[in-house]
């Protein structure tokens, strides 16, 4: 506005100036044809004066086009700057109705290409009754099971009241296309400046990440589900050891407190050297050579790959006292890298059994002939 007031205050001192040199023109003229002679150096100066207010009247003018033509050329990018982003915008769509709040009247645009592969916008359809419309559309393709979903959101109370509050609407729904069932997303803005009067809602389908969405849902849930199987199989087990077969690194996870004594650390970088170690100290004299071999690395492994399980039972000692334990090591499923370490105690229950045959043996001795 300051620009165009400027324009106009130029344009008027440029116009006077041609005038005044019109006028000088004319009364010199006008002595001229008098043929006196006292007005001959009047009339000199007289055009003198009327050429140079005359060119610098047309300079002010000239300067006055060029302003202009930069200014106009300057918003005839701007425009198309501004188009460009609105096509790059509104790209993330399907469609973008243009609802006229006034008449309810609408355009549908979508982006399409030219005849010289420029992407535009361009009108697609239009009516005079979006919400006529609307009703008809959801009722032929919305998933019947979103329909009222979409209807109690996209209708004309509950959208102006969102247009009047300035609030944005987003709303994701299905739809049925080729027989087959889409998500899509649907978000509702009001216009701003000279289009302050149209509510803009853009339409997007979203199938790809809502579904990508849905089944990294589902694998959380089954991750938590599979997480509490394992939680509840590893409380069987006294200590869990997670081994790197590559690196030998490992890391141990203890549910008993006198196995958190024997000075194994949370974390080692070589499994089968601190085995052997600690077996020097803390298996029963009787056990040791059976398990030093069970333990070497290739003896292990060739173990678990041909029998898949490993098991082997053996005396551990605990505060001094040899209990029985049972060691099982196996691969996760899926993982040549790694292997699972877990050790039972079954001392009860080895206790028990032996009490068992011994009582047989009593019997047996007693029932003898």
Same mark, same amino acid.
């Given at each position: 506005?300051?620009?165009?007031?400027?324009?106009?205050?130029?344009?008027?001192?440029?116009?006077?100036?041609?005038?005044?040199?019109?006028?000088?023109?004319?009364?010199?003229?006008?002595?001229?044809?008098?043929?006196?002679?006292?007005?001959? @150096?009047?009339?000199?100066?007289?055009?003198? !004066?009327?050429?140079?207010?005359? !060119?610098?009247?047309?300079?002010? /003018?000239?300067?006055?086009?060029?302003?202009?033509?930069?200014?106009?050329?300057?918003?005839?990018?701007?425009?198309?700057?501004?188009?460009?982003?609105?096509?790059?915008?509104?790209?993330?769509?399907?469609?973008?109705?243009?609802?006229?709040?006034?008449?309810?009247?609408?355009? =549908?645009?979508?982006?399409?290409?030219?005849?010289?592969?420029?992407?535009?916008? +361009?009108?697609?359809?239009?009516?005079?009754?979006?919400?006529?419309?609307?009703?008809?559309?959801?009722? +032929?393709?919305?998933?019947?099971?979103? +329909? =009222?979903?979409?209807?109690?959101?996209?209708?004309?109370?509950?959208?102006?009241?969102?247009?009047?509050?300035?609030? !944005?609407?987003?709303?994701?729904?299905?739809?049925?296309?080729?027989?087959? !069932?889409?998500?899509?997303? /649907?978000?509702?803005?009001?216009? #701003?400046?000279?289009?302050?009067?149209?509510?803009?809602?853009?339409?997007?389908?979203?199938?790809?990440?809502?579904?990508?969405?849905?089944?990294?849902?589902?694998?959380?849930?089954?991750?938590?589900?599979?997480?509490?199987?394992?939680?509840?199989?590893?409380?069987?087990?006294?200590?869990?050891?997670?081994?790197?077969?590559?690196?030998?690194?490992?890391?141990?996870?203890?549910?008993?407190?006198?196995?958190?004594?024997?000075?194994?650390?949370?974390?080692?970088?070589?499994?089968?050297?601190? #085995?052997?170690?600690?077996?020097?100290?803390?298996?029963?004299?009787?056990?040791? $050579?059976?398990?030093?071999?069970?333990?070497?690395?290739?003896?292990? /492994?060739?173990?678990?790959?041909?029998?898949?399980?490993?098991?082997?039972?053996?005396?551990?000692? /605990? @505060?001094?006292? $040899?209990?029985?334990?049972?060691?099982?090591?196996?691969? $996760? +499923?899926?993982?040549?890298?790694?292997?699972?370490?877990?050790?039972? @105690?079954? @001392?009860?229950?080895?206790?028990?059994?032996?009490?068992?045959?011994?009582?047989?043996?009593?019997?047996?001795?007693?029932?003898? $002939?």
């Amino acid at each position: 506005m300051k620009s165009e007031g400027r324009y106009g205050i130029r344009f008027i001192i440029g116009t006077i100036l041609l005038v005044i040199s019109m006028a000088f023109q004319t009364i010199a003229w006008i002595l001229h044809d008098s043929d006196h002679k006292d007005y001959v @150096n009047l009339v000199r100066i007289l055009r003198g !004066v009327s050429v140079c207010v005359f !060119v610098i009247g047309v300079i002010v /003018l000239l300067l006055i086009y060029s302003a202009v033509s930069k200014q106009g050329k300057k918003n005839k990018k701007d425009v198309i700057t501004f188009n460009r982003i609105a096509t790059s915008l509104a790209g993330d769509y399907d469609s973008v109705f243009y609802l006229n709040t006034v008449d309810d009247s609408y355009k =549908e645009y979508a982006r399409v290409d030219d005849d010289n592969r420029r992407e535009k916008l +361009r009108v697609v359809s239009d009516g005079v009754n979006f919400f006529e419309d609307l009703v008809i559309n959801v009722e +032929r393709m919305v998933v019947e099971a979103d +329909r =009222e979903k979409v209807l109690s959101v996209v209708n004309k109370d509950y959208l102006y009241k969102a247009f009047r509050d300035g609030r !944005v609407i987003d709303l994701d729904y299905r739809l049925i296309q080729a027989g087959a !069932v889409l998500y899509y997303h /649907l978000k509702v803005t009001k216009g #701003c400046g000279e289009d302050d009067k149209y509510i803009v809602i853009g339409v997007r389908n979203n199938d790809k990440e809502m579904k990508e969405e849905k089944k990294n849902r589902a694998a959380v849930e089954e991750g938590k589900t599979y997480g509490q199987i394992a939680q509840a199989l590893a409380s069987r087990y006294e200590v869990l050891y997670y081994v790197n077969t590559d690196t030998d690194e490992y890391v141990e996870y203890s549910a008993s407190k006198a196995y958190s004594k024997l000075d194994i650390g949370v974390k080692g970088r070589n499994f089968f050297k601190d #085995c052997q170690m600690n077996m020097v100290r803390d298996i029963y004299t009787d056990d040791y $050579p059976m398990m030093a071999a069970a333990i070497d690395k290739k003896n292990l /492994l060739e173990a678990i790959d041909k029998k898949k399980v490993f098991s082997i039972t053996y005396r551990l000692l /605990l @505060n001094g006292i $040899p209990e029985y334990v049972n060691l099982r090591a196996v691969r $996760p +499923r899926g993982d040549d890298h790694h292997m699972v370490v877990g050790v039972i @105690n079954i @001392n009860d229950a080895v206790a028990s059994e032996n009490a068992h045959w011994t009582a047989l043996e009593w019997a047996w001795k007693f029932s003898a $002939p």
